[in-house]
């Protein structure tokens, strides 16, 4: 019999205190941990991997970024202008498909190149808004430089001549 | 399948039940209210991640190893990165060591957290699943300062880690670490010895010693039968043989040795050994490399390891057979939760259906590993 109360003393003891426990969260308002988060947004750390960003212009169209990631997100296409530089004209990242693992940006040996962005909230309808084009597009077609032309103008004038 | 026999009522638990952790698929057989059977079917989540291995190089395959257990994301990169150090022949860097066990620790923590949440609420009591995700909130915002990311870490490279902790990490850690052990003692007041809970949970389920041998049961689920096998002390790695802690095992506090209540107490006993790691590898901290000097493109030389690290569920073991080449030939990986899910008919059989969800939960399996 008086381990019956015993028992019983404990179980309801355990269960009070586990109670008391609740009721201490649910009265003191310095123990409210909720985030009223589309109000209210918090910053995101320094090293925050979000959405992806290229500076296209400083770009050297090394693919690089390209060739490491491990989940084929960036298209790269590149032609070589008249300084016989690359040139990056396609540059897309299907965000929709990227994990977000950080390869590219560490693959990249350009500093401020490409980098992520804080951006977390980019959700889109389609599918192909989620890709981002950064691209430079296709080159004009070069042209002649001043000094070819004035080579040609002379060389027409002394055909004509002879 | 066998042919169902009349007498007893084929029922499905899952895909999509809550308490299945994921995508676990059990047809159970049930006679009333007892369990006859319960037959696992899996493979809801297969990403054919051994083949990807294959095809991508071993850099590459860092962030695939994120999504094995995705809730210890750190200790599964740790356990890819040894095997191709390994492979390779590197030497890491103290720092670099030092730092790896910080962070496998911190997410052996965040990993235990939720398991100790997600039974509770299995078991009926929402309160501590809230408790326990809010002390992991304070582990993720660590690991996002450390890495930038809350769940996919991809922190621990081949070499080292990717970058040196940020300034204002050490402390931090201190202030949780601080933290922490009052709030273990409010989940022992809140969970861990409530009568209902223990009531509950004692006795049921036994993994006996031999049992839990033949069915490659690891992890804490292999110590709650009395086991002391732990990979961090019986098969050192790292700086795991400097530190001084303890190795929890199951004694049957309330019951049996090894009985569901002893699997759950193991990770509350865990999460304190692993702050007390935490703390003696952060006055261990010496400034020094995070990585060593790893060649872009990795060429291993043609063979084969086998290497396998203590993961919160068990033990993770990579083998990976390298035909000199930048991709690896083969990837098999040791799921610790595929190992610890089968033992689940076997404790399954002639229990209450309520008990299931207490056999599962008390496991703490989770899917992505077990599918791969």
Redesign the interface.
Known sequence: MAGYFKKMF???N??L??MG??IKYGVNPKAE?TQQYPEVKRE??????GKLFVNINICTGCTACAR???VDVITLKTVRDENKKLRPVIFDINNARC?????CV??CPVDNCLY?EKKYEFSAYTKEDLISHFGLGEAQSPGKKAEEKTADVTKEQKEAAQ | MPAADERFMQVNMGPQHPSTHGVLRLLVSTDGEVLRDARPYIGYLHRSLEKIAERVTYPQFTPFTDRLDYLASMNCNLAYAMTVEKLLNIEIPRRAQILRVIMAELNRISSHLIAFGSFSSDMGAFTPFLFGIREREFINDLFEMTCGSRLTYNYIRIGGVSQDIPEGFIGKTREFLDYFPAKIKEYNELLSYNAIFIKRLANIAVISTQDALDYGVTGPNLRASGIPWDLRRSEPYLIYNELDFNIPVGKGEVGTVGDAWDRYMMRIYEMEESSRIIRQCLDMLAPGDYTAKVSKVLKPPAGEVYVRAENPRGELGFYLVSDGSTKPYRLKIRAPSFANLSIIPKLARGVMIADLIAIIGSMDIILPEIDR
Not at chain 1, 99 to 103: N, P, R, S
């Open positions: 404990t179980a309801l355990s269960v205190t586990g426990i609740t941990v995101p750390p320094d090293r925050f991997r490491i990631c491990p994990i977000y693992c950080g390869l560490e693959a992520f």
